[in-house]
């Protein structure tokens, strides 16, 4: 009897879906450059950004000014943790965590 394997690590890696995969190689075998660059590469670059950045807009039902790509997870909290710290009509409410204090110190680190 031959058994089952289910794999659970999604976290770690997850499989691609065809069309992700014919969209990916859409962008690797195309044209290249600098997306934040007006020259001649940078222009295809960019506009397959904001191609992205409309789709995932229409997906989450937002405007595309409202999505904003970030190079991995830890980026993308931080930018999400200063949204909500930082929002408008907050009251501030100075924090002191563990991961915010500069080594070795007691004081916080400057939240830049």
Known sequence: MQE???YLDFN???PIA???ATAI??????????PSS???AGLPARQAVEKA???VAALLHCNSDEVIFTSGGSESNNHALKGVFFAPGRAW??????SSRAPGGTKPMPFS
């Not at 409410?93 to 563990?98: F, L, V």
Request: aromatic share 6%; glycine share 6%; net charge positive.
């Open 4 to 6: 089952k394997r289910i």
């Open 12 to 14: 770690a890696t997850t």
């Open 18 to 20: 065809p069309e992700v």
């Open 25 to 34: 190689d859409q962008v690797l075998t195309g044209p290249f450059g600098n």
């Open 38 to 40: 007006e020259h001649w």
């Open 53 to 55: 950045r409309t789709q």
């Open 93 to 98: 409410r100075p924090h002191n965590h563990h």
